[in-house]
């Protein structure tokens, strides 16, 4: 069965660590990749895809996530955490069978960063 | 700014009532779906039209129902309520299959 596992509920981190929100998956084939983040009462915003070619991808607002085949991971991360990121995270994967889009998500990870 | 626009925001039906949602995609995007996400939930897919064709669906049951139309705008119709179905509603458009997939804000249906 496909699926995306995010195995942490809640990060906590201080403003301007590191930090890293897990995701990994479980899909047939080569897969698309993607992570989005959602505002308290918004929509999803696309942050990063992995489709093909560099292991490192660069997204919005800084953040980036690496793609690691073997251990079917594609975990987000920042150098520097901001208030501002605190947010709702979402990792999901694009099985691209049959010729059409669906996302299947994993069930987010809530992200808190502290002054 | 994802060009994706959804109405109504914030919507409330009574369990049996049927209600539609409507979403228009980014310009130029051919793709649309639909996805349903409970609080505390990931998004769950219902389906994806293409050029005005369902080419897609996920595990919902018939009496959820889409139309796509000729300026790639779309809309869900969900009939016979029932209390589960209070979630947010979220539209999503892209330009074909493997591209982005762009969100709306969502349609907060509540069903009492």
């Known amino acids: 069965a496909q699926s995306v596992a995010q195995p942490e509920d809640q990060v906590n981190v201080a403003e301007g660590n590191p930090l890293t929100v897990k995701c990994t998956y479980s899909v047939s084939g080569n897969p698309y990749l993607f992570w989005y983040v959602q505002y308290p009462n918004r929509g999803l915003q696309f942050l990063l895809k992995y489709i093909t070619g560099d292991n490192l991808v660069k997204g919005s607002y800084g953040f980036e996530a690496e793609f690691n085949k073997s251990q079917t991971s594609f975990h987000l991360k920042k150098p520097s955490a901001l208030v501002s990121d605190s947010a709702l995270y979402f990792c999901?994967?694009?099985?691209?069978?049959?010729?059409?889009?669906?996302?299947?998500f994993g069930a987010g990870t809530r992200l808190a960063v502290h002054p | 700014e994802t060009g994706v626009t959804q109405s109504p925001t914030h919507l409330i039906k009574t369990r049996g009532q049927q209600v539609t949602l409507r979403c228009s995609s980014q310009?130029?995007?051919?793709?649309v779906s639909w996805y349903q996400q409970a609080l505390g939930q990931g998004p769950q897919f219902i389906f994806q039209?293409?050029?005005?064709?369902?080419?897609g669906r996920g595990n919902f049951p018939p009496r959820f129902s889409g139309l796509q139309f000729p300026n790639y705008s779309s809309e869900l119709n969900v009939n016979a309520l029932e209390l589960d179905d209070s979630a947010l509603y979220l539209c999503?458009?892209?330009?074909?299959?493997?591209?982005?997939?762009?969100f709306g804000e969502g349609s907060w249906l509540t069903v009492v």
């Open positions: 039209y293409y050029r005005e064709e369902e080419n």
């Open positions: 310009s130029g995007h051919n793709t």
């Open positions: 999503a458009s892209s330009l074909k299959a493997g591209n982005t997939i762009y």
């Open positions: 999901a994967v694009s099985p691209f069978s049959g010729g059409y889009n669906k996302l299947i």
